[in-house]
């Protein structure tokens, strides 16, 4: 791999982000974007997660040393043109997971890469296909797996995407909550 020529920093507080990276082999430092992660209205698809990554990026440009470059990321789950966030309570959880039951959906990550004299942005999307979900199904995943931290109400490293994810289209880890694959390519070329 090439030798990339900056620290890396990634702004994340996302455990699964900071496990993909390093099992790709990057060394980096974590530094946790302190905004608030809300995006015009008007915006669409892919548009949101880029929008995000790019507010948590121009949060933390100022502290960003010369020779650091940092990763932002935001991931939605997009259903029907409608987001999916993070479920506040078991509730919520339990409602997105019905309507993801038996539906196609759109994983969609934007990811911004700056060093302190240039950025680009870009996005990666996954469809994933779930089978029907049984009550008991959904019930047992909030209860075990507390899926209160993830867009859309699930992680398809766990066990319902073992049980339930019937396949998908395009990068896993991206649905994850990092398309490792393209930030490699990005990286290499930045």
């Given at each position: 791999m090439k030798t990339l020529g900056y620290k890396l920093v990634l702004a994340s507080a996302s455990p699964r982000r900071a496990q993909i990276l390093k099992e790709a082999g990057f060394d980096f430092e974590v530094r946790v974007s302190n905004v608030n992660e809300v995006y015009p209205n008007?915006?669409?698809?892919?548009?949101?997660?880029?929008?995000?990554?790019?507010?948590?990026?121009?949060?933390?440009l100022p502290s960003l040393?010369?020779?650091?470059?940092?990763?932002a990321a935001d991931t939605i789950v997009y259903l029907n043109g409608k987001v999916?966030?993070?479920?506040?309570?078991?509730?919520?959880?339990?409602?997105?997971?019905?309507?993801?039951?038996?539906?196609?959906?759109?994983v969609i990550t934007g990811v911004t890469l700056a060093s302190a004299t240039k950025s680009i942005s870009f996005f990666d999307m996954?469809?994933?296909?779930?089978?029907?979900?049984?009550?008991?199904?959904?019930d047992h995943y909030i209860d075990h797996y507390k899926p209160y931290d993830k867009a859309g109400a699930y992680g398809i490293q766990e066990w319902i995407?073992?049980?339930g994810?019937?396949?998908?289209?395009?990068?896993?880890?991206?649905?994850?909550?990092?398309?490792?694959?393209?930030?490699?390519?990005?990286?290499?070329?930045?």
């Open positions: 008007d915006l669409r698809g892919s548009e949101i997660p880029v929008f995000l990554s790019k507010l948590k990026v121009s949060s933390m040393a010369e020779a650091e470059l940092l990763i999916l966030n993070k479920p506040s309570n078991r509730d919520e959880a339990s409602l997105m997971l019905q309507k993801l039951s038996g539906h196609k959906h759109e996954t469809e994933v296909y779930f089978d029907k979900l049984s009550p008991l199904q959904i995407g073992m049980v994810v019937q396949k998908i289209h395009g990068s896993f880890y991206n649905v994850m909550g990092l398309p490792i694959h393209r930030l490699n390519e990005e990286l290499q070329k930045f």
